[in-house]
């Protein structure tokens, strides 16, 4: 059974980071896409940035680039969504996901191509 864990939401004021885990079991191919995708109130999820651990790619969404970064630890099987410079527009529930399959170059952030997902972690950013 595969599961993801999502933690590190918290409540931060606008300017601050936040780092979070995203714990994957269960998987045992060497291969996948892991996403970050965050549902705000009232809004449709997004893709926030996604990582192809084939080719070690980063696909970010919009307005991201410059401030959001992607990393994972091997032994632990952990990825971290490092965000830096938050604003209120930051916040919401993010989720990891995993996409099966092999790619080159390129990861999806479309939530549809993510089989596997984990229950989500808050972020809210607000003085």
């Known amino acids: 059974q595969v599961q993801l864990v999502e933690s590190g939401g918290d409540l931060v004021q606008p300017g601050e980071s936040l780092r979070l885990s995203c714990i994957i079991s269960?998987?045992?191919?060497?291969?996948?896409?892991i996403g970050w995708f965050r549902q705000a109130p009232g809004k449709e999820r997004e893709g926030v940035l996604c990582?192809?651990?084939?080719?070690?790619?980063?696909e970010f969404g919009d307005s991201v680039k410059d401030r959001f970064t992607i990393s994972r630890d091997n032994d632990k099987n952990a990825v971290y969504l490092q965000m830096k410079n938050l604003s209120p527009e930051g916040t919401g529930l993010y989720f990891c996901?995993?996409?099966?399959?092999?790619?080159?170059?390129?990861?999806?952030?479309?939530?549809?191509?993510?089989?596997?997902w984990g229950q989500g972690t808050q972020v809210t950013v607000s003085s």
């Open positions: 269960g998987f045992t191919k060497q291969y996948y896409a």
């Open positions: 996901a995993l996409r099966e399959g092999i790619f080159l170059g390129h990861c999806s952030l479309s939530s549809s191509m993510y089989g596997y």
């Open positions: 990582y192809n651990t084939f080719d070690s790619k980063t």
